[in-house]
């Protein structure tokens, strides 16, 4: 299978289940991956250390990250002069057009952003980059798109090198549990059966800093989430 078809193949199980993606989404989390946005967003504000600020959200999907990033924005005194949201699902999009009314947002995939160079301070991708089929190109856009010094914020669910007590009972849970909670939800179980084999297939957060390293943006703050099963990532562009 080519890399375009099963980009597209991704791309039509996110329009399928966007209904019932933000409902499922909080049950299978319980509503931690929240306080991660929240922390993602504050690190990121803080280190940019501007009052004025250009984001992007890449793979925004329903818009919660965009909310976050209005949210804490507010809380630190930041101006955001401009908040865009790009996603290649349109089902997606209308979720997050309705919670977000006066929203910005752009279809497109992450390996071919249509937004000039050296524009955005801050470019967030919050569980999407592993369904980001030709990661490498899209790392290049990231690059390409911020502005000298700024941000990338990665939240992802990682692969992992070591296997731990606590690690094994959350992979237990991705591989049993969520299946079967997300496809009863979303009466698409192969949707939520891609979920666990896309975490297995994916990197590891030491592999995937390494790649950002190569791509001119080294990491200057990383945390693990549930035994390490959740990773935040904010690596920042080279100063030239």
Same mark, same amino acid.
């Given at each position: ?12 199980? =996110? ?7 933000? !409902?499922?989404?909080?049950? /299978? ?11 993602? *967003? ?9 009052? &004025? ?6 793979? *925004? ?5 965009? #909310? ?20 290649? +699902? ?8 309705? !919670?977000?009314? &006066? ?15 050296? +524009? ?21 856009? @990231? ?13 992802? =669910? /990682?692969? $992992?090198?070591? !296997?731990?007590?606590? +690690?094994?009972?959350? $992979? =237990?849970?991705?591989?049993?549990? #969520? ?5 009863? /939800? ?15 297939? @994916? ?10 390293? #190569? ?5 200057? @703050?990383? !945390? ?6 959740? +990773? #935040?990532?904010?690596? $920042?562009?080279?100063?030239?």
């Amino acid at each position: 299978m080519d890399s375009q078809h099963k980009q597209t193949q991704i791309i039509d199980m =996110f329009n399928d289940i966007a209904p019932t993606y933000d !409902k499922t989404n909080r049950l /299978m989390s319980m509503g931690i991956d929240t306080s991660w946005r929240k922390e993602a *967003c504050k690190q990121a504000l803080k280190i940019i250390n501007k009052t &004025n600020v250009d984001i992007a959200d890449i793979a *925004c999907g329903t818009g919660d990250m965009m #909310l976050h990033w209005t949210q804490e924005s507010q809380n630190l005194n930041v101006v955001i002069d401009s908040l865009v949201g790009i996603d290649p +699902s349109t089902n997606m999009l209308n979720v997050a057009k309705e !919670k977000i009314p &006066n929203g910005n947002f752009i279809i497109a995939q992450a390996d071919n952003l249509p937004l000039e160079s050296t +524009s955005k301070d801050i470019l967030s991708i919050a569980y999407g980059l592993r369904n980001v089929v030709n990661r490498k190109d899209s790392l290049r856009e @990231f690059y390409r798109v911020l502005k000298p010094q700024g941000v990338l914020i990665v939240l992802e =669910f /990682m692969s $992992q090198s070591q !296997k731990t007590v606590p +690690s094994f009972f959350m $992979q =237990f849970y991705t591989r049993i549990f #969520l299946p079967i909670i997300g496809g009863i /939800m979303s009466r698409n179980f192969r949707a939520y059966k891609y979920l666990p084999n896309s975490i297995d297939n @994916f990197v590891t957060r030491e592999s995937l800093e390494e790649e950002l390293l #190569l791509h001119g943006m080294p990491t200057i @703050f990383s !945390k693990s989430y549930s035994a390490n099963v959740s +990773s #935040l990532i904010i690596a $920042q562009k080279s100063n030239h």
